[in-house]
């Protein structure tokens, strides 16, 4: 995942596909549910917001409607968790090759950006 701002008023954010999947359903359930009884929506902005994002995935996630979307939305979540540790070795570590999700060992993972120190 990445993002880049290409001028004042507009923000690139580039997704791997495995990313896109999990975001996707994330978001959709967000929009059909809620958020786990908590107050979903602050403001009108961030429904339309959830909901533009839905829609604007729904023509790239080829496995919306297939029979096995649970089964890919799992390997998809899988590539996306951080790896677990034994011992100081990673034993799961996965990774998004374009439309294929495949367990990978032995290879590292880059670690994620932290957020700016404030202050």
């Given at each position: 995942?990445?993002?880049?701002r290409?001028?004042?008023?507009e ?10 999947f ?9 929009e059909?549910?809620?958020?786990n ?29 297939a029979?096995n ?9 899988a ?5 677990v ?6 034993i ?28």
């Open positions: 995942m990445d993002a880049e290409i001028s004042p008023e923000v690139v954010v580039r997704l791997t596909y495995g990313e896109a999990v975001l996707s359903d994330m978001l959709y359930r967000w059909r549910d809620g958020t009884g908590s107050r979903a929506f602050e403001d009108e902005a961030e429904r339309r917001l959830v909901q533009d994002l839905t829609a604007v995935f729904e023509p790239v996630i080829d496995e919306a409607f029979d979307y649970a089964a890919v939305l799992e390997r998809a979540r590539s996306l968790r951080d790896p540790e034994q011992g100081g070795r990673n799961l570590i996965c990774r998004d090759d374009a439309r294929s999700i495949v367990p990978m060992r032995g290879r590292s993972i880059r670690p994620r950006r932290q957020p700016p120190a404030s202050g």
